[in-house]
Nanobody
Framework: QLVESGGGLVQPGGSLRLSCTSS????????IAWFRQAPGKEREGVSC?????????YYLDSVKGRFTISRDNAKNTIFLQMNSLKSEDTANYFC????????????????WGQGTQVTVSS
């Protein structure tokens, strides 16, 4: 199981840091992605970090330069630092783990968290 935290209500231009951790398995062996889903919309990939062997990062074009994904193996935690937040970033954010490479397809991920809500509003 994966557990997300760090969501909340923030004003436009503000920042949040999301965390994803697990007590069941070592995240360093997996590619970990953040997806988000807004009401009435499909779940979309936001960012992904490959397994600790390569640590390559990927970002959705609309979040490049604003979001940063990182890994802390000692804490078995993946972070998503979100800066300059916009109203269109409002969504439920999920982390997901894959034993393969980073992918934007939800079908490629074997483990999912329950999600954490991010609301950007004045």
């Amino acid at each position: 199981q994966l557990v997300e935290s760090g969501g909340g209500l923030v004003q436009p231009g503000g920042s949040l840091r999301l965390s994803c951790t697990s007590s069941d398995f070592t995240l360093g062996y997996y590619a970990i992605a953040w997806f988000r889903q807004a009401p009435g919309k499909e779940r979309e990939g936001v960012s992904c970090i490959s397994s600790s062997g390569s640590n390559t990062n990927y970002y959705l074009d609309s979040v490049k330069g604003r979001f940063t994904i990182s890994r802390d193996n000692a804490k078995n935690t993946i972070f998503l630092q979100m800066n300059s937040l916009k109203s269109e970033d409002t969504a439920n954010y999920f982390c997901a783990a894959s034993a393969h490479s980073c992918s934007w397809s939800t079908n490629d991920y074997h483990f999912w968290g329950q999600g954490t809500q991010v609301t950007v509003s004045s």
